[in-house]
């Protein structure tokens, strides 16, 4: 194993909450994992690839919510085999440690917020001296609000407008055209694929 890959794992271990550090150090982690792969009946090459990625989610190093599809990739397995053997080992293995995993994954997500809200406030620290002073800055003015009327302040005029905003419109210049009648039958037509009577 590649030294800078173990210390990063012992790093990560020492981060972990207990009881995910206990479950991965397990004996009984490989034994685990071994059956689900033999019930899924998987080769003995995608069992070791199994093993790596289930260490990789439990680490941390891995996003669970995309464990099936890494599954479907690196075993080569059918969609459905995959969400199958993902579900199975959701439940045998990730389920016990998902809540201690979980408030870790969210301390360490708003610990890197915060250091990076710290990086960005130390590098723009020394930029607002280095910014040209604005000339003849315009003012600001608050925006004027507008009046809303009162009931008491409408005239008939300001009905009117009202009333004629709201009208339908109908236009004075083109008459609508008349709409046939729906109940009147239509003058009937001679047939032209009926042969005349002799």
Aim: aromatic share 4%; hydrophobic share 40%; proline share 11%.
């Amino acid at each position: 194993m590649d030294l800078d890959l173990q210390a990063q794992i012992q790093k990560r271990l020492a981060e972990l909450p207990a009881d995910v550090r206990a479950a991965i150090q397990s004996a009984d982690l490989a034994q685990k994992v071994q059956a689900i792969g033999k019930r899924n009946n998987l080769h003995i090459d995608q069992m070791s690839k199994l093993e790596d990625e289930v260490y990789l989610v439990m680490l941390g190093f891995a996003d669970p919510a995309e464990f099936a599809d890494v599954l479907a990739d690196e075993l080569k397995l059918a969609p459905a085999a995959s969400v199958a053997l993902a579900t199975e080992i959701s439940n045998e293995i990730f389920m016990p440690i998902r809540a201690s995993m979980q408030a870790w994954t969210e301390e360490q997500t708003s610990k890197a917020d915060a250091a990076f809200v710290s990086e960005v406030l130390a590098t723009n620290k020394g930029t607002a001296s280095k910014l040209p002073p604005i000339e003849n800055p315009t003012p600001v003015l608050p925006p004027t609000p507008i009046p809303t009327p009162t009931p008491t302040d409408t005239t008939s005029a300001d009905l009117a407008i009202v009333e004629s905003i709201l009208s339908p419109k109908t236009s004075s210049t083109t008459p609508a055209a008349p709409k046939p009648d729906p109940t009147r039958p239509q003058n009937y037509k001679a047939d032209p694929y009926r042969e005349p009577a002799e």
